[in-house]
């Protein structure tokens, strides 16, 4: 009995180092050392019809041959199993309203591609800073730089206080000559600003933002107004909050909220703000952009 037992204890050996030479056969040539890509950081680039250039770009979305490799940071160092010669595909990703848990790429901005990056084992490809534009579907539906005489805001009936134009020269005025300003007053009682987008907007079949800069000392709403087949509807998309003394880029999503509502058309874009507590409150919003394709 014990040599019948030795005797298949060297058969299962047996078996056993035929597998792992079968194994190390099939997997001899897969990469296991990485080339690296670095993308120090993505700019956008705007034609004057489309207004500002002012972007947040915070990501990288990258695609080698068409498979999405993963989102980075910018800047980023991104390991790649491949070598040789490759196509590159990088899209500018964003924080969706700004959260930082809703990234996404950024649909009306155009994908950068590289044809052929030479990837190297154990070595660094670089390329550097790139430059995005916004893509050939996308739509303005509405843009407010604040630089012409009219507005595509108008306050409402019960606004108590109106949005004006920083003077010229202020260092309150993010670029240009003029930013758009909402000072409010509690001593006064001019303590509740409204305004809305003048023109009526088609609701699309397709992804719709807004984009803004601003710069706050007191919370403010941006939101929707819906026009359904028998009703107006009032729809709060976001709340930014005080921004300490910074402008900041956002992009909010509207799309989700568009949709709520059966039989919507049209939409306006409004914000809102109620001042109770903030000495010398005042809202600095400017280059807003409505988009869809």
């Not at 005489?149 to 003077?167: E, F, K, Q, W, Y």
Request: aromatic letters at 10%.
């Amino acid at each position: 009995m014990h040599k019948k037992y030795l005797h298949a204890l060297y058969l299962s050996l047996f078996f056993l180092s035929l597998l792992s030479l079968t194994s190390c056969d099939k997997f001899s040539g897969d990469q296991t050392i990485p080339a690296y890509l670095k993308v120090d950081s993505i700019y956008l680039v705007s034609k004057p019809s489309q207004g500002t250039a002012s972007h947040n770009i915070t990501d990288a979305w990258i695609y080698v041959d068409d498979q999405l490799i993963g989102i980075f940071e910018l800047p980023a160092r991104v390991p790649v199993l491949k070598q040789g010669k490759h196509k590159v595909r990088v899209d500018a990703g964003i924080k969706k309203n700004g959260i930082a848990a809703t990234r996404a790429d950024y649909v009306f901005y155009d994908p950068v591609i590289i044809e052929q990056v030479n990837f190297v084992p154990d070595s660094t490809t670089s390329l550097g800073t790139l430059h995005t534009i916004y893509s050939t579907a996308a739509q303005f539906l509405g843009m407010e730089n604040f630089e012409n005489a009219g507005m595509i805001l108008d306050t409402t009936p019960r606004s108590l206080v109106g949005i004006n134009r920083t003077a010229f020269g202020s260092d309150l005025t993010f670029e240009g000559l003029h930013s758009g300003s909402i000072v409010m007053d509690t001593t006064t009682k001019h303590n509740e600003f409204e305004c809305v987008t003048q023109g009526n907007y088609t609701i699309p079949l397709a992804p719709v933002y807004l984009e803004m800069n601003f710069n706050t000392n007191m919370a403010f709403t941006i939101g929707v107004v819906i026009y359904v087949s028998l009703s107006i509807v009032q729809y709060p998309v976001i709340t930014l909050n005080p921004t300490n003394g910074q402008w900041k880029k956002i992009y909010i999503e509207l799309t989700n909220s568009l949709n709520t509502y059966a039989g919507a058309n049209t939409f306006k874009v409004y914000l809102r703000a109620t001042d109770s507590s903030v000495p010398a409150a005042q809202i600095l919003i400017d280059n807003i952009k409505i988009l869809t394709n």
